[in-house]
């Protein structure tokens, strides 16, 4: 079974640093593009990140913009969210998700990983 694994949340001051790495275990999916979203409590699913097949092309939201930064690896089949300057408002579920084509977008994602927690106390 194709499996989208995420890791490197945790708890973090306010102004402190993370980095998500998200693993496919499928070698097939080093080809297409990937995104972040993230889900804080009560809120819906929102879009964070996303960066195309070939790593030419990224897309952030504009409440991360500056702050996070997107890369991936294909060789190691891997894709990075390194999130700086964070903020309490950025707390949520993050989840990383393989999109149904090789361009970039914030929408048309068709797997997804189980999410990993981030934290971000004041």
């Known amino acids: 079974q194709v499996q989208l694994v995420e890791s490197g949340g945790g708890l973090v001051q306010a102004g402190g640093s993370l980095r998500l790495s998200c693993a496919a275990s499928?070698?097939?999916?080093?080809?297409?593009?990937k995104g972040w979203f993230r889900q804080a409590p009560g809120k819906e699913r929102e879009f964070v990140a996303a960066?195309?097949?070939?790593?030419?092309?990224?897309d952030y939201a504009d409440s991360v913009k500056g702050r996070f930064t997107i890369s991936r690896d294909n060789a190691k089949n891997t894709v990075h969210l390194q999130m700086n300057s964070l903020k309490p408002e950025d707390t949520a579920v993050y989840y990383c998700?393989?999109?149904?084509?090789?361009?970039?977008?914030?929408?048309?994602?068709?797997?997804w990983g189980q999410g990993t927690q981030v934290t971000v106390s004041s």
């Open positions: 499928a070698r097939a999916f080093s080809v297409y593009a």
């Open positions: 998700a393989k999109r149904n084509s090789l361009s970039i977008g914030q929408a048309g994602y068709d797997y």
């Open positions: 960066i195309s097949g070939s790593g030419g092309s990224t």
